[in-house]
C-alpha cells in the first residue's frame, strides 16, 4: 500500500512540474471572419467617458474619478527583429502618462500586447469568433481571454449591433490579487466599452470606458 501511495505522490508531483514548465503559446484561431474589419488606420481616433472608482479597502472617503480618455492610433512601425509590421496605440488620461499599446500584423493576424515591454503576454488575437479561447503564461499565473457572446448592445444615445464580448482574466495561484476585464469589440469600429474590475490585498473597485465619439465615417 504505502509503494503505492509513493508512486501516486511521485506521478502527481512530476504532471505538476510539466504543467508548471509549459508555455502556452496562443494560436491564430483559423476563421472565416476576415481581418479587414479590424481598425488600423493610421490617425484613428475615440474619445471615451471614463468613470474610476478603484478604492482602499479600509478607507473612510471613497473617491471617484471621473475623466476622459483619447485614445489614437498615433504611430506605424516595423519590429526590426522579426519584419512583423505594428501600429502603436495612445491612451492619454488627463494628468497622467501616456498608456502605450503595441498591435502586430503577423500575415493574416493581429495580436494586441498588455504592454510593449513583454511580448509574451498577447491580450486579443484577431480574428475570431463566439466561443473563441486563448491564454498565454503557464501553469502558476498568465492571462485568459474567452469571446464569450455576440449581441446588440446600447450606449448612451447609440444602438450597435454584431457586438462581440470578450472576458479577459488574469490567473494566479501565488496571490490573491485578480483582475477581470470586459470588452465589447464592433468591427470596423474598436471598443464601444471596456469594464476593468480589481481586487487586490489593499484596494477594490471598477473603471469602465464608454465610447462617446470617434471619427469613424458610417457610425453615428
Same mark, same amino acid.
Given at each position: 500500500?504505502?509503494?503505492?501511495?509513493?508512486?501516486?505522490?511521485?506521478?502527481?508531483?512530476?504532471?505538476?512540474?510539466?504543467?508548471?514548465?509549459?508555455?502556452?503559446?496562443?494560436?491564430?484561431?483559423?476563421?472565416?471572419?476576415?481581418?479587414?474589419?479590424?481598425?488600423?488606420?493610421?490617425?484613428?481616433?475615440?474619445?471615451?467617458?471614463?468613470?474610476?472608482?478603484?478604492?482602499?479597502?479600509? !478607507?473612510?472617503?471613497?473617491?471617484? &474619478?471621473? @475623466?476622459?480618455?483619447? =485614445?489614437? /492610433?498615433?504611430? +506605424? $512601425?516595423?519590429?526590426?527583429?522579426?519584419?512583423?509590421?505594428?501600429?502603436?496605440?495612445?491612451?492619454?488620461?488627463?494628468?497622467?502618462?501616456?498608456?502605450?499599446?503595441?498591435?502586430?500584423?503577423?500575415?493574416?493576424?493581429?495580436?494586441?500586447?498588455?504592454?510593449?515591454?513583454?511580448?509574451?503576454?498577447?491580450?486579443?488575437?484577431?480574428?475570431?469568433?463566439?466561443?473563441?479561447?486563448?491564454?498565454?503564461?503557464?501553469?502558476? !499565473?498568465?492571462?485568459?481571454?474567452? &469571446?464569450? @457572446?455576440?449581441?446588440? =448592445?446600447? /450606449?448612451?444615445? +447609440? $444602438?450597435?449591433?454584431?457586438?462581440?464580448?470578450?472576458?479577459?482574466?488574469?490567473?494566479?495561484?501565488?496571490?490573491?490579487?485578480?483582475?477581470?476585464?470586459?470588452?465589447?469589440?464592433?468591427?470596423?469600429?474598436?471598443?464601444?466599452?471596456?469594464?476593468?474590475?480589481?481586487?487586490?490585498?489593499?484596494?477594490?473597485?471598477?473603471?469602465?470606458?464608454?465610447?462617446?465619439?470617434?471619427?469613424?465615417?458610417?457610425?453615428?
Amino acid at each position: 500500500m504505502r509503494k503505492q501511495i509513493s508512486k501516486l505522490i511521485v506521478i502527481l508531483l512530476s504532471l505538476f512540474l510539466a504543467l508548471s514548465c509549459e508555455k502556452e503559446v496562443p494560436l491564430a484561431p483559423a476563421k472565416p471572419v476576415t481581418i479587414e474589419t479590424f481598425p488600423d488606420r493610421l490617425g484613428s481616433q475615440w474619445t471615451y467617458y471614463m468613470v474610476d472608482n478603484l478604492q482602499i479597502i479600509d !478607507s473612510s472617503k471613497p473617491e471617484i &474619478v471621473i @475623466d476622459t480618455v483619447e =485614445a489614437s /492610433i498615433s504611430e +506605424r $512601425l516595423t519590429d526590426p527583429d522579426t519584419g512583423e509590421e505594428a501600429t502603436i496605440w495612445r491612451y492619454n488620461i488627463n494628468n497622467r502618462p501616456a498608456v502605450i499599446r503595441p498591435v502586430f500584423f503577423s500575415k493574416d493576424t493581429v495580436y494586441i500586447y498588455w504592454n510593449w515591454e513583454n511580448r509574451s503576454r498577447i491580450g486579443l488575437v484577431f480574428p475570431f469568433e463566439k466561443g473563441d479561447r486563448w491564454r498565454t503564461g503557464g501553469f502558476l !499565473s498568465g492571462d485568459e481571454t474567452t &469571446v464569450t @457572446d455576440v449581441i446588440t =448592445a446600447t /450606449i448612451p444615445g +447609440r $444602438l450597435f449591433e454584431n457586438v462581440f464580448v470578450l472576458e479577459n482574466k488574469t490567473r494566479t495561484t501565488v496571490s490573491t490579487d485578480s483582475r477581470t476585464i470586459t470588452l465589447w469589440y464592433v468591427p470596423n469600429l474598436g471598443f464601444i466599452k471596456i469594464h476593468l474590475h480589481e481586487e487586490h490585498a489593499q484596494s477594490v473597485g471598477d473603471t469602465t470606458w464608454t465610447l462617446v465619439s470617434h471619427n469613424f465615417p458610417g457610425f453615428n
